[in-house]
């Protein structure tokens, strides 16, 4: 076939559009994957070429070309990824595209001088000259001037060379580590290939097996990806890959300057780099020959995405891995949205044994998801690898308690040296109200309560962001009366400030909005000799402090009173992630939990440290119920600034996929209002996914196309988190 049309995604954000559309073949080569200024309608946008065809249904003179390239492209690799995403998630190709687009930049030159291998015999230099020219290849940095005159007698050559802007890390050197029966074990069988759930307790050693892993891909010539939940949050993983494998490792996350994003993704498209560490949006980075793919605390929420397309990273990074292992076995990997033949986890169809070769995805947590769990095959690392036990957790009942701490944790966190405490609720108080009339201060743009911030004298909205000064009375009925309820982390950071003569770091989104913030706080709680890091979820991800004694969790109840399928596992996994922070070095450790729920099985379980037997009881209680991993649900949101057109288009999404087998279609039901918006959601529960996410998506787009309902937006998400 000899192309003459290239077929272009425009990269608009309107449901409307539906392509792609045919363009004739610019002057300046193209392929899949192309990047173009393409002229659409009265306007000029990007696209990119997403195929190539040897002829139109449009008349040849009324095709145009593009009206530019740019120099950077894409993998025909990630497009067909992206393409496969929008269908996956019920969104658009150009949404799905614009996530994997090269980051906006340009190298950054500077001058280098390296010898020609001219002859020095005869030439007259001077001591500085020789001294000079011994020292090169180097940059012409102050010498420019005398070497410039060494480039005009033929002995030295002065020339651009791309400047690589690279990201401030906290990689250092560490000695040779001998493996475990356990890792070594681990390590084999990720060897042999396949995909497999690395569930080992906290401290015993998840990162080397990575580190191994990731080693016997290079040395097979094959590229690596590493996801971890929270760059500033996993200083450690990110540090022991730089520390292991050099420059041969690329960072990529948003934190980074424009310069060094583009830095970064270059090193990693022209194969400079082999591994790519990152958050969620590294699963797209440009690795060629990808081997395998980690993806560590992979309970995490935060590989979901929460625009659109509101992507899984883990469910992305498994969908890479079959491609990959696709063409490896020489089979042709699909520029579209075609479903590969291929288990979604590497094994055969009741997970027996993994596939042979081909790429690996491994994925390690000491609280895996249900999900994944019952998914993929296991591999134990039981014990941390200095033999130390887990530290024992003791449950306080706080039903009936006035204050929000137990007099028993007071007198532990006074007595301890370093301690982390727990509370997943940021700000001052939950909420005020007023004892006279019973007003409860709300967000006059959402319907949600606001939270106290005493230290900025405000309340605000931790949805919109609305904020306004603390009412001195009530402006409903004048009283002065006004009660403040709850507790977050800025309170309880005031209450050990008074009441404990040690420092106390506090980590949350109040904190943590500087750049750097993150890191700058967690290296001074490393280097104090006492102290508490006091914080929401934040102080909970994969943090090694080997010199904390003692973990506390306040309030351990609080996410089990959330409308949420998930809220018996999200609990379960913050109080274990919490205590797996304690007793690491040789003085040992202890965990409190603070609840009202004693008795509930969450707690319990994360007591004991019994993730087998909680993630059994889970999967009994969700099969029962008809929840993931035995359902597949999908989550559609209208919203308007009146609840009638949202209510309508919602009802009109719901009966369009009523109906289909093995599906259960629940709603319209209204949803609290939102940034001045009201809302009404439908939800899909299903056996069939791939047909149901079909049939939602066209009801979607139908109702985004019908001019009935333009006054609403609408928002898909594919396994709501």
Known sequence: MIAVIARVEPLTTTRRLSGPFDYALPAEPVRVGSIVRVPFGRQALDGVVVGLADASELAPERLVAPSGVREDDLPADLVGLALWMADEYCSTPARALSLVLPPRGRPRTELWARRTGAPLEGERLSDRQRA???????????????LRRLEARGLVAVEPRARRRAPRTDAAPQPPVE??????????????????????????????????????????????????????????????????????????????????????????????????????????????????????????????????????????????????????????????????????????????????????????????RPETWQAMAHLRLPSRVDSRPLPPVRVLDMRGARHPLHPETRRALASTGKAIVLLNRRGWSNFLSCRSCGKTWECPHCEVALVLHRAERAIAC?????????????????????????????????????GLDVPVFRLDADTASAKDAVPELLARFRAAPAGLLLGTQMVAKGHDFPDVTLGVVLDADSTLRFPDFRAEERTFALIAQLAGRAGRGPRGGRVLVQTNAPDAAAIAAAARHDADGFLAGELERRRALGYPPFADLIRVVCSAEAAAPARVAAGAVGAAVDGLARTEVLGPAPLFRLRGRERFQVVVKTTERAAAVRATGAAVEAAARDRVHREVAFSVDVDPQ
């Open 132 to 146: 000079l020219l011994a020292s090169l290849p180097a940059p012409a940095r102050g010498d420019l001037p005398s």
């Open 179 to 368: 493996l475990t029966a356990e890792q070594a074990v681990a390590v084999a069988a990720v060897e042999r290939g396949g995909s497999h759930l690395l569930h080992g307790v906290t401290g015993s050693g998840k990162t080397e097996v990575y580190l191994r892993a990731a080693a016997a891909a290079l040395d097979r010539g094959e590229g690596v990806i590493v996801l971890v939940p929270e760059i500033a949050l996993t200083p450690q993983t990110v540090g022991r890959f730089q520390a292991r494998f050099g420059d041969t490792v690329a960072l990529l996350h948003s934190a980074l300057g424009e310069g060094e994003r583009y830095d970064e993704w270059r090193r990693l498209r022209t194969g400079e780099a082999r591994i790519a560490v990152g958050p969620r949006s590294a699963v797209f980075a440009p690795v060629a020959d990808l081997g395998l793919v980690v993806v560590d605390e992979e309970h995490d929420a935060s590989y979901k995405h929460e625009g659109d397309p509101r992507y899984d990273a883990r469910t992305v990074a498994a969908e890479r891995v079959r491609r990959a292992r696709r063409a490896a076995r020489g089979g042709a990997d699909p520029v579209g949205s075609d479903p590969i033949e291929d288990d979604p986890v590497g094994n055969d169809a009741v997970g027996n044994g993994p596939a042979a070769g081909g790429a690996r995805l491994l994925v390690g947590s000491a609280t895996p």
């Open 462 to 498: 931790h949805h919109c962001g609305h904020r306004e000064r603390v009412p001195e009375r009530c402006d409903a009925c004048g009283s002065l009366a006004v009660a403040r309820h709850g507790a977050g982390t800025e309170r309880i950071e005031h209450e050990l400030r008074e």
